[in-house]
Structure formats: structure tokens, C-alpha cells
């Protein structure tokens, strides 16, 4: 059993908003071109590899 804590490794204060720089920082994360993306593509590729390391080198790299 485990306790879920909504917790940061470190303090955030934020002082001013910034609406350009969060639409920026989404846009990496969750857009086609960005980290979320590129993960999915290489998870899903694995599967139409055919050597085990081929697919474990995918896995890695889409899971890393």
C-alpha cells in the first residue's frame, strides 16, 4: 500500500504568468512534434521489428 502525494522536488513561486512561454511549453510536450509524440512513435514501431534487439533498443528508447 501506497500514499499519493501531490508533491514538487522543488518549491515553485510563480511571479508573473506567462501565456507565450506555457503555450511553447505544451506545444514540446503534447504536440506532434514533441516529446510525447516521438515516445509513442517508438514504442509503437517495436512491434513490427523483427530482432529482439531491435525491439528492446525501440523500447528503450520510446520508454527512457
Known amino acids: ?14 511571479k ?9 511549453m505544451i506545444e514540446q510536450y503534447g504536440g506532434s512534434d514533441g516529446e510525447l509524440g516521438a515516445a509513442l512513435r ?3 514501431q517495436k512491434f513490427t521489428m523483427v530482432t529482439p ?6 523500447n528503450d528508447v520510446g520508454s527512457s
Open 16 to 24: 508573473k504568468p506567462d501565456g507565450r512561454l506555457a503555450k511553447i
Open 1 to 14: 500500500m501506497w500514499i499519493y502525494e501531490k508533491k514538487l522536488e522543488f518549491p515553485v513561486k510563480i
Open 42 to 44: 517508438y514504442l509503437s
Open 53 to 58: 534487439e531491435a525491439k528492446a533498443t525501440l
